[in-house]
């Protein structure tokens, strides 16, 4: 009986899949239930919500939520962080925090930028600006950090979208810049420091992405120079990949396997021992444009900067087939095992079937702004945003 | 001047008395207000963060007095303080209190924005009403609302007369660089020349020495010689030939110093430029710079602010606001401005423009000839 009951609270948790950071929870654009691909704007649980100012961070779900960052004011100086209900759009609450590093950006990009992330009890939400917010799922403040506020030269002209990642009890905020380039480590229980890590000074809009689980957890940051493998805990380096990689599309884990757009595309396999790696196959017609490849079971998708699609084999990188997307394309893909669906900065969300042999456009759904987040997947619903709006986009 | 509750508001108010003890209120606001960069007092304050469910609406007076001695990281952590117990108080609040707060000038801007924001949300007709008194307010963000309904009005106007005149009087009474340049340019459209350079404080007139060595980016952090001194008539080595400080000046409205008309569009080049500002007293002041390039600035020999940063976007006014001081009498105004390797069209501009406010946004004005 008591089982029962506990199930029966713990019910509204069951009904929604959680996405909890940039491409889910593996960081990787795979979406791990159904999804249907006649999903849009007029679905019986649809819905679509303004939003108080301008952001191109994407949505995360925990829980029964959806949340979502927006920066407003003359210079962006309000940052905001917002919780909906994920049944029907209603605003659970909303924290106004005022910037406290530049909010000076490139006009195609904005203050909020960087996508939130959570453990499930937590969620985490960083800025441009660099300041960084961790609140319970009530939206009560656990603690919060003003990174540029800190170092003053921690800044990028154009605007910052690292989007933390959560490690074990480890917040690890991405700070890296032509002038004071930098990744913390910060204690998700209170905010402070646990480690500052130098890092190649260099504009990077790159994510870092977490391999393994448990204890055994490592983090993934990317560079202009490579790729470091750090231990969460400590900061410091397990291992290195130092052939250069891109600066702006991120790396995707697979399994063991991580992409690396470095050279077009590079498949590294981290060894056994957790100190090592070893080349498994490099491409340079896989390389991404602005998104960051995409997993689906054994294939990964890359949609270069012309706006092709490319599917091909994680294990030995072998093209399988490409198609022509409507770009141009900002966005990260994110793939059921049947299909994909990725949205142009237009508004136009393309659903592509992801069959053995080909890909084939089966629907799509416009919705009339500009797109340049990745999608969230939870409930058989996927949640965009745009400057102005958030939508619940459903069968 | 601190606020404190008496019983009998709070009764007239529909508010429950303080829940918390005054020693739990005080450790909760000592340590918002102690929080420092770097995660200082994180720890502290996460300890006693929990006093904030047992606080009340009859807090925020409180809480926004606290802000006035916290820094920015202490007012964030006020700011949700706030925010989390308005949250549930179901839009109940001490009005005349946040009122009479937001109308103290001598309280600090950010609080009196909040204080504004809480009734802007909660009692906006009352916030609408009050707008037009902040045109002459010291916080640029109040300031700017009451600006920004001249702005609508002058726009919404068909009388050109009267919309000229509201233009004007943003000119006058704005302080934001757009909100000037829309007026600035309704005027122009009509004939008015606006003197932008002179409105806005900009420092057209240098001298300037260069170009210097910057290959590889290593001469941003090289001390040459005009960082050891300013001597107007002395000569160095440069990057090829020996080099000597000559006048330039701008006429551009934002004050751009366009440095390769001085020595042409080369690369891996530094220049310094040196001017002076004849302060009419002693005063705290901002500095304000744009530059797409790398860049340090000095006030009176104290280095201020450097950014090794090179066309990342471009060249902004207000980009940087740096505040300093200035004192009675002439002040010494030195900018070192790098440009780097890049050869793509958009990396060719080598520029910068300074312009020196109060802490409201009001410009500066040098004494002298030169930079009035």
Redesign the interface.
Known sequence: MKALILSILLLPFSLFGNWLSFRGDAGNGSIPDKLSPNVGTTGKTSWRIDLPGRGLSSPIVAGNLVFVTASS??KE?TLHIMAFEIKKGKKA?E????A?GRT???EKTCVAAPTMASDGKLVVAQFSSN?VFCLNLK????????LT??Y??A????GMSSSPVIAGEVVIAQVE???ESFTAG?SL?????LWKKERPRG?NWTSPAVIGNGGKQQVLLQSMKGLAVIDPKNGKDQWKYEEGASTIPSSTVAGHTILVPSNGLTALKARADGRSHTQIWRDNKLGPGTGSPTISGDMLYVVNKANVLTCAKIETGEIIWRMRLKGPMSSSPVATREHLFVFNEEGLGQVVEIGPEEGKTVASVDLGETILCTPAVSGGALFVRSDKSLWRLSE | MKITQTPLVLLALGLTPLCILPAQEKELIDALTRIDSKGKGNAEAVQVWSAIEKLNASSIPGLLQAMNKANDLGDNWIRAAISEILSRSEKRFPQKQVLSFLENQENSGSSRKLAFEILRENKPALASSLVPNFIDDREPTLRRLAVGELLTSARGSKDTTKAAALFEKVLQKGREVDQIKEASNALEKGGRKVDLQSLMGFLPEWKTIGPFDNTGRQGFGKPYPPEQEIDLDAGYQGKNDKVKWSAFSTSDPFGMLDVNKQYGEVKEVLAYAYTTFDSDSDQVAQFRIGSKNAWKLWVNGKLLFARDEYHRGKTRVDQFVIDGALKKGSNEILVKVCQNEQTQSWTKQWEFCLRITDPTGTALHSRDTSNK
């Open positions: 004011g003359p100086e609450w924290r106004k925090f005022k406290t000076v950006c490139h300041d939206g009560n403040l656990k603690w919060l950090r003003g506020y800190d003053p030269n800044a990028n002209g154009l810049n032509d002038a910060l229980a209170n905010g402070s420091t504009a």
